[in-house]
């Protein structure tokens, strides 16, 4: 006989109060109840049950076993729901939250391509660039760049590396003149990000060691990145800003590149998550998605 579906039997016998009672619950006869119970004993070498015409009740080991087997049996539900999930076409709504530039100029394409794919799938897409709760305000996934707070209560998974480079308007560096060093920069003016709280510095990797610093103190402080770009292109000063962001203005010589034989920053984007034991499918394919395809869109 078949283990688990003999402690599936012995467990209805258990809950029901009666073979009769659990053999009309599983469609089976009640001899055959028996011959499961009987089949436990056996190989426990143990009795479960003390049964008489009348009652029935459970031994103090067939006791400790019945709990046991409630937990196993409900264990191979989950995994088969599990396996169920794999096989099923995602559904319901998927609430993202999302930095408002890069979630619009990168991760958005990626999810709406994901809606397409499966139809039955909804999206709520959020664009903020304040810290959300996820338990909170009731989001599947956050997706977030810079330092992570570490959280005991979330998972994280890099998705995408953004490239941080310095540029500057043809006619600003006309005026100005083109740094050739980091350190030429003091002598220009810097079009600032700001959001809240000090003014985070420009960082310049180094090989063998931590990142070269440079904290600017521009009278342009904005908190919107499209406008830093638009005002780095209209000649008001240099900015350092995500490659993905001034690609385009680049290619259009709107703007140009300095320093380009300095490497680039990488700062990293994240995809957040509640813990949780079992990940549903639309989240785990959301995050997939965004791993395979935003390294692409980062050049």
Same mark, same amino acid.
């Given at each position: 006989?078949?283990?688990?579906?003999?402690?599936?039997?012995?467990?209805?016998?258990?809950?029901? %109060?009666?073979?009769?009672? *659990?053999?009309?619950?599983?469609?089976?006869?009640?001899?055959?109840?028996?011959?499961?119970?009987?089949?436990?004993?056996?190989?426990? %070498?143990?009795?479960? !049950?003390?049964?008489? =015409?009348?009652?029935?009740?459970?031994?103090?080991?067939?006791?400790?076993?019945?709990?046991?087997? #409630? !937990?196993?049996? +409900?264990?191979?539900?989950?995994?088969?729901?599990? *396996?169920?999930?794999?096989?099923?076409?995602?559904?319901?709504?998927?609430?993202?939250?999302?930095?408002?530039?890069?979630?619009?100029?990168?991760?958005?394409?990626?999810?709406?391509?994901? *809606?397409?794919?499966?139809? +039955?799938?909804?999206?709520? !897409?959020?664009?903020?660039?304040?810290?959300?709760?996820?338990?909170?305000?009731?989001?599947?996934?956050?997706?977030?760049?810079?330092? !992570?707070?570490?959280?005991?209560? =979330?998972? *994280? #998974?890099?998705?995408? #590396?953004?490239?941080?480079?310095?540029?500057?308007?043809?006619?600003?560096?006309?005026?100005?003149?083109?740094?050739?060093? @980091?350190?030429?920069?003091?002598?220009?003016?810097?079009?600032?990000?700001?959001?809240?709280?000090?003014?985070?510095?420009?960082?310049?990797?180094?090989?063998? %060691?931590?990142?070269?610093?440079?904290?600017?103190?521009?009278?342009?402080?904005?908190?919107?990145?499209?406008? @830093?770009?638009?005002?780095?292109?209209?000649?008001?000063?240099?900015?350092?800003?995500?490659?993905?962001?001034?690609?385009?203005? @680049?290619?259009?010589?709107?703007?140009?590149?300095?320093?380009?034989?300095?490497?680039?920053?990488?700062?990293?984007?994240?995809?957040?998550?509640?813990? =949780?034991?079992?990940?549903?499918?639309?989240?785990?394919?959301?995050?997939?998605?965004? +791993?395979?395809?935003?390294?692409?869109?980062?050049?």
């Amino acid at each position: 006989m078949d283990r688990l579906t003999s402690m599936a039997v012995f467990v209805k016998a258990v809950d029901l %109060g009666s073979f009769a009672a *659990a053999a009309d619950a599983l469609g089976i006869t009640g001899p055959m109840v028996g011959k499961h119970v009987r089949f436990l004993e056996e190989r426990l %070498g143990t009795r479960l !049950l003390n049964r008489t =015409t009348r009652r029935q009740s459970l031994t103090d080991f067939g006791r400790a076993y019945y709990e046991r087997c #409630r !937990l196993i049996l +409900a264990e191979a539900e989950a995994a088969d729901a599990l *396996a169920a999930d794999q096989l099923a076409e995602p559904c319901g709504k998927l609430r993202v939250t999302m930095p408002v530039h890069f979630g619009r100029h990168c991760a958005m394409p990626i999810l709406l391509e994901l *809606a397409r794919q499966y139809p +039955a799938l909804e999206l709520e !897409l959020s664009f903020s660039d304040r810290l959300i709760d996820l338990a909170e305000d009731g989001y599947d996934l956050a997706i977030r760049t810079g330092s !992570l707070q570490d959280r005991a209560d =979330t998972i *994280a #998974r890099r998705i995408a #590396r953004q490239r941080m480079i310095v540029c500057a308007s043809p006619a600003y560096l006309d005026r100005h003149g083109e740094p050739q060093q @980091i350190e030429e920069l003091r002598q220009h003016h810097a079009i600032v990000y700001r959001r809240t709280g000090p003014v985070a510095p420009w960082l310049f990797p180094r090989d063998d %060691g931590p990142p070269v610093e440079w904290h600017p103190a521009g009278r342009l402080q904005l908190d919107d990145l499209d406008a @830093i770009a638009d005002a780095a292109a209209a000649g008001m000063g240099v900015a350092w800003l995500p490659s993905w962001l001034v690609s385009e203005r @680049i290619h259009a010589g709107a703007l140009v590149r300095l320093f380009p034989d300095e490497p680039a920053f990488l700062y990293d984007a994240y995809a957040l998550w509640l813990r =949780t034991p079992h990940l549903a499918r639309k989240v785990r394919l959301a995050v997939d998605a965004l +791993a395979a395809e935003l390294p692409h869109r980062m050049q």
